[in-house]
């Protein structure tokens, strides 16, 4: 059902964290929701976290490629097809949509950011898993003005 990943009304269950996002993110890349996430085909998706590496290891989704922000370059990227579906995600969705844009800029054609991204995954109960590959309740929640947004999960600073 990779339709839904085609078409987005993106939006989080929480009115308020809705409202950061919204006044936050400039689209510019195009976002999937939480729930249209869950109703594809995750394992015809890559995803990328566009976090730094500490958050990474903390947890990330299953299998998630980590390209990072502040050190971002596109050769951590060179061995995707530029065709096939990517969702990039960080902590809200702010630095995800950047990595997003120099994606797009390098001609990759079907990206999409994650709206709300970890967070929202995490308080909607989907799993996030350890450097492993176990299942694990730690989420690092950025610093904590940020992690308020954060309602399920252990957050780790």
């Not at 989704?61 to 096939?84: C, I, M, P």
């Amino acid at each position: 059902m990779l339709l839904s990943f085609f078409s987005c009304q993106s939006q989080v269950n929480n009115p308020a964290f809705n409202v950061l996002l919204k006044s936050m993110l400039k689209e510019s890349v195009p976002t999937i929701s939480v729930a249209e996430l869950s109703e594809s085909k995750t394992d015809e998706i890559t995803f990328l976290d566009a976090r730094e590496k500490s958050e990474y290891n903390v947890s990330h989704l299953k299998n998630a490629v980590w390209v990072g922000y502040d050190d971002f370059n596109l050769g951590r990227v060179k061995s995707l097809d530029k065709n096939k579906p990517l969702v990039i995600y960080c902590s809200i969705g702010v630095r995800s949509e950047k990595i997003g844009e120099k994606l797009q800029e390098a001609g990759f054609k079907n990206v999409k950011n994650l709206y709300g991204s970890i967070f929202e995954w995490v308080n909607e109960g989907h799993p996030v898993y350890d450097n492993s590959g176990k299942e694990t309740i730690k989420v690092h929640a950025y610093n904590k003005k940020w992690g308020v947004w954060l309602k399920k999960g252990e957050k780790v600073y």
